[in-house]
């Protein structure tokens, strides 16, 4: 039980408070602002609403529900490219690099 206790730690440190700190590096004059759209991006976890059972410890997101999906990644690898959209993408990027670090812990 202490690993799963762990393993949640991480996998939420990872997509709360580490956004901060990418924030502070990659957009450092915005980084308040920056981190408050990456903790937004959150949203993307509401395609496991589409999913029964809606949550499962054990299940992979990636590429199981349509905006974890290799397709949506490469959007996000798009809008990546594009200023207006890129704090976006970073924070829906990282959030996938971090569903995929927790599938490898699987």
């Known amino acids: 039980m202490e690993i799963e206790v762990i393993r949640s730690l991480i996998h939420y440190s990872l997509h709360f408070v580490f956004p901060g700190v990418l924030a502070y590096f990659l957009f450092p004059k915005v980084w308040k ?3 408050g759209i990456m903790i ?3 949203f993307i976890d509401l395609d496991h609403l589409l999913a029964t059972p809606i949550f499962d410890a ?3 997101s990636i590429n199981f529900h349509p905006l974890h999906s290799y397709f949506a990644a490469f ?4 809008i ?3 200023k207006k959209t890129r704090i976006i993408a970073v924070g829906l990027l990282f959030h996938l ?3 995929t670090l927790d599938c490898l812990w699987l």
Do not use: S
């Open 97 to 99: 690099i971090t569903d």
């Open 33 to 35: 602002r920056a981190w």
């Open 40 to 42: 937004l991006t959150m």
């Open 80 to 82: 990546l490219f594009i």
């Open 58 to 60: 054990n299940r992979c």
């Open 75 to 78: 959007i996000y690898v798009i």
